[in-house]
């Protein structure tokens, strides 16, 4: 079964940093791209990250361009979201998702492999 399990959340003040955790286990995601998406209070989710396994190539959201880092080790299975200069629009639930995309690495919907979520909340 696979599992994909986000960790890091919590509450910062704006212009602090956090690193969120995706664990994934249960298949080998070699060729696989994996992704940060977000969603807000009454807002539709969104592509925050992504990171090929193996290329190291990465793409960013244009609201988080030169603020978030996203990195694998893969000898842990784990990808990381480092989150620097939070701002109170940076709140949101932040999901881990994986997937083999074949238009573009932001569509949700081209993801197959979901977390549960994990809450990141900025305050002003």
């Known amino acids: 079964q696979v599992q994909l399990v986000e960790s890091g959340g919590g509450l910062v003040q704006a212009g602090g940093s956090l690193r969120l955790s995706c664990a994934a286990s249960?298949?080998?995601?070699?060729?696989?791209?994996m992704a940060w998406f977000r969603q807000g209070p009454v807002k539709e989710r969104e592509f925050v990250a992504a990171i090929t396994w193996t290329g190291g190539s990465t793409s960013y959201g244009d609201s988080v361009k030169g603020r978030f880092t996203i990195s694998r080790n893969n000898a842990k299975n784990t990808v990381y979201l480092q989150m620097n200069s939070l701002k109170p629009e940076d709140t949101a639930v932040y999901y881990c998702?994986?997937?083999?995309?074949?238009?573009?690495?932001?569509?949700?919907?081209?993801?197959?492999?979901w977390g549960q979520g994990t809450q990141v909340t900025v305050s002003s």
């Open positions: 249960g298949r080998t995601f070699s060729t696989y791209v």
């Open positions: 998702a994986g997937g083999r995309p074949s238009r573009w690495w932001g569509a949700s919907d081209e993801y197959n492999y």
